[in-house]
Nanobody, 117 residues
């Protein structure tokens, strides 16, 4: 069983930065991809970006492209979301997820990010 735990959320002013971390645990952890998603109040959860576990290829939603680079440390089973130039509309609960098969199979509990104007 895989467990994902996010950390690093908090309150930040617009224009500021935060780094979210996602720690993965499990007897054998080797996903195909890791992803970040977010859900703002009253809205559906949306895709933020993803990274392939082995090669490190990344893909981002247009809304965060160029601002939120994703990285991973395969030795530590960690994934990171560097959030730069934050905007109030980035306020949401951020989730990391692991894709083992064809879908996002495992999810973390989420971490709140609030951007004040």
């Amino acid at each position: 069983q895989v467990q994902l735990v996010e950390s690093g959320g908090g309150l930040v002013q617009a224009g500021g930065s935060l780094i979210l971390s996602c720690a993965a645990s499990g007897r054998t952890f080797s996903p195909y991809r890791m992803g970040w998603f977010r859900q703002a109040p009253g809205k559906e959860r949306e895709f933020v970006g993803r990274i392939t576990w082995s090669g490190g290829a990344t893909y981002y939603a247009d809304s965060v492209k160029g601002r939120f680079p994703i990285s991973r440390d395969t030795a530590k089973n960690m994934v990171y979301l560097q959030m730069n130039s934050l905007k109030p509309e980035d306020t949401a609960v951020y989730y990391c997820a692991a894709q083992v098969g064809s879908q996002w199979d495992y999810w973390g509990q989420g971490t709140q990010v609030t951007v004040s104007s």
